[in-house]
């Protein structure tokens, strides 16, 4: 079946270093990528998303390349900010047929200290 | 403010009671999803209607039952509560019958005492 995989956390990192949280998928078809992100005491939010192979998803800094030869979504970030710790959430979503509800990782948690 | 309301923020309860749980998805919105999230499960997809009908289930306990109005609105209905069932709960909707870019309201924290 369609699954995500994260890596593990918790990622702790200092300020303005460089950011990178993996994910691989395994999907039958052509999924659309999605990530998440979880601020301390709130729901998700969407970070940013990609619809097809080598699209690119940015926003705040953040970014992350559909990868369809890897089956990967990394996302990443040039310099992390301590605003940015939270719970990072890779998801997908089919773009067909009848279970297109999105399959979740498991979240990587990201401390950034001063 | 996501535009998804989530009432009540916090219930705290006994074991073996009932809750409902309320959630109105923001404007324009015909999905709405409800999801548990715990410490040792992550985030959990429950059930997921679309303008009144269900939709998708997930890992969803038949203790618990939902239903979307036709107002839109949603409720979650959880019964004989286990101190398991300590966890936050999300809704979250979309214009769309599926897929990603989901609003999340900022959940309902349950607490089974």
């Known amino acids: 079946g369609n699954s995500v995989t994260q890596m593990e956390g918790p990622v702790t990192l200092s300020e303005e270093a460089f950011l990178t949280i993996n994910c691989t998928y395994t999907?039958?078809?052509?999924?659309?990528l999605f990530w998440y992100v979880q601020y301390p005491g709130e729901g998700l939010q969407l970070l940013l998303k990609?619809?097809?192979a080598d699209d690119k998803g940015s926003n705040k800094g953040f970014e992350a390349t559909y990868r369809k030869e890897t089956t990967s979504f990394h996302l990443e970030k040039g310099s992390v900010q301590v605003s940015d710790s939270a719970v990072y959430f890779c998801?997908?979503?089919?773009?067909?047929?009848?279970?297109?509800?999105?399959?979740w990782g498991l979240g990587t948690s990201l401390a950034v200290n001063p | 403010d996501s535009g998804v309301t989530q009432t009540p923020k916090h219930l705290i309860t006994a074991t073996g009671q009932r809750v409902t749980l309320r959630c109105s998805p923001r404007s324009g919105d015909l999905s709405v999803y409800w999801y548990q999230q715990s410490l040792d499960q992550g985030l959990q997809f429950l059930i997921q209607y679309y303008n009144g009908e269900e939709r998708a289930k997930g890992n969803i306990l038949e203790r618990f039952s939902a239903q979307q109005f036709p107002d839109l609105h949603s409720e979650l209905n959880l019964s004989s509560l286990e101190l398991g069932d300590s966890a936050l709960y999300f809704c979250a909707s979309s214009v769309t019958e599926w897929g990603g870019g989901y609003t999340f309201g900022s959940g309902t924290r349950l607490t089974v005492v």
């Open positions: 990609a619809t097809k």
């Open positions: 998801a997908l979503s089919m773009n067909a047929g009848n279970n297109r509800k999105l399959i």
């Open positions: 999907a039958t078809g052509y999924p659309s």
